[in-house]
């Protein structure tokens, strides 16, 4: 499943933080949050906020590197 969603965000340019928020299996206050505290980069225009397709790939890059990772400092 992953990979389909890897493939998904390369065809598209960007995504509503809902959208984002089902990505993530996430409830869509998350993406909301994550956007307000600065976690995550958005592209505001015509009174809607997006989550482009390249910081969907770093998000999800970097939980996927971090779920291997079993030594924590």
């Known amino acids: 499943m992953l990979r389909s969603t890897m493939e998904t965000t ?3 340019k960007a995504f509503s ?3 984002f928020a089902r990505l993530c299996g996430k409830h869509r ?3 909301y949050r994550q956007a307000r505290e ?3 980069k ?3 225009g015509f009174g809607t906020q997006l ?3 390249h910081e969907i ?3 999800l890059g970097s939980d996927s ?3 291997g990772d079993s030594t924590h400092a």
């Open 10 to 12: 390369t065809r598209r």
């Open 17 to 19: 933080l809902s959208e």
């Open 29 to 31: 206050s998350w993406a």
């Open 38 to 40: 600065g976690r995550i």
């Open 42 to 44: 958005t592209v505001t």
């Open 51 to 53: 989550v482009p397709a």
């Open 57 to 59: 790939d770093r998000i």
């Open 65 to 67: 590197q971090s779920n």
